[in-house]
């Protein structure tokens, strides 16, 4: 079965600063991965993903991410953040499964909670 | 905008009681997927229909049910609530379950409170 660990459940960081939140994922077959941010009182909006190819995947709002197969970890990070990043982030991750029962849901993390401060 | 609809946003109601949530899909996508936001468990996958059938069940409690009707949206149904119930519930749907067209795009959430 496959599961994901966010291992910091709030991040603090001033504005303009770099921020990098971390993901772990476990499964035994190949995954894709994703991103999504909610923002207060919203619903899921995907940042980016993951599917093949180039490793590093660029997304919304300035944000990217780099899966690191051998590390199983898809951390995400953005050079320089605004008070507007403001959000909790959930990574989560889908089983590339043809054959099994996965059907495609996805496992999220807990969620990281990321304040910019000004 | 997802293109995911989901209603009501807000929903009160008592213990013992029966609810209904609906959600309709982006156009075009045939899966819908339920998912469970509480502050305990986090987020957790409920059940999955594609086209109309049942695919997928995760930590759903008996209590609870849904169904895709022919023009593809989904309700969840949710009965005998309890106190614990109380959480956000979201949809999601994608053009289908498997590989890269499973991307799925997320309402923005029913918010139950049961008093």
């Known amino acids: 079965a496959q599961s994901v660990t966010q291992l910091d459940s709030q991040v603090p960081v001033f504005e303009e600063a770099p921020v990098e939140l971390r993901c772990n994922y476990s499964?035994?077959?190949?995954?894709?991965l994703f991103w999504y941010v909610q923002y207060p009182n919203q619903g899921l909006q995907l940042l980016l993903k993951?599917?093949?190819?180039?490793?590093l995947v660029k997304g919304i709002n300035g944000f990217e991410a780099e899966f690191n197969k051998s590390q199983t970890s898809f951390h995400l990070r953005k050079p320089s953040v605004h008070i507007s990043d403001t959000a909790e982030y959930f990574c989560?991750?889908?089983?590339?499964?043809?054959?099994?029962?996965?059907?495609?849901?996805?496992?999220f993390g807990q969620g990281t909670i990321l304040t910019v401060h000004p | 905008d997802s293109g995911v609809t989901q209603t009501p946003k807000h929903l009160i109601t008592a213990t013992g009681q029966r609810v209904t949530l609906r959600c309709s899909p982006r156009?075009?996508?045939?899966?819908v997927y339920w998912y469970q936001q509480s502050l305990d468990q986090g987020l957790q996958f409920l059940i999955q229909?594609?086209?109309?059938?049942?695919?997928a069940k995760g930590n759903i409690l008996e209590r609870f049910s849904a169904q895709q009707f022919p023009d593809l949206h989904s309700e969840l149904n949710l009965s005998s609530l309890e106190l614990g119930d109380s959480a956000l519930y979201f949809c999601?749907?994608?053009?289908?379950?498997?590989?890269?067209?499973?991307?799925?795009?997320f309402g923005a959430g029913t918010r139950l409170s049961v008093l």
């Open positions: 999601a749907s994608s053009v289908a379950s498997l590989g890269a067209l499973n991307i799925q795009y």
């Open positions: 499964s035994s077959v190949s995954v894709y």
């Open positions: 993951y599917l093949s190819g180039s490793t």
């Open positions: 989560a991750v889908s089983e590339n499964d043809a054959g099994g029962t996965s059907y495609g849901k996805l496992t």
């Open positions: 156009s075009g996508d045939l899966s």
């Open positions: 229909y594609y086209n109309g059938e049942e695919r």
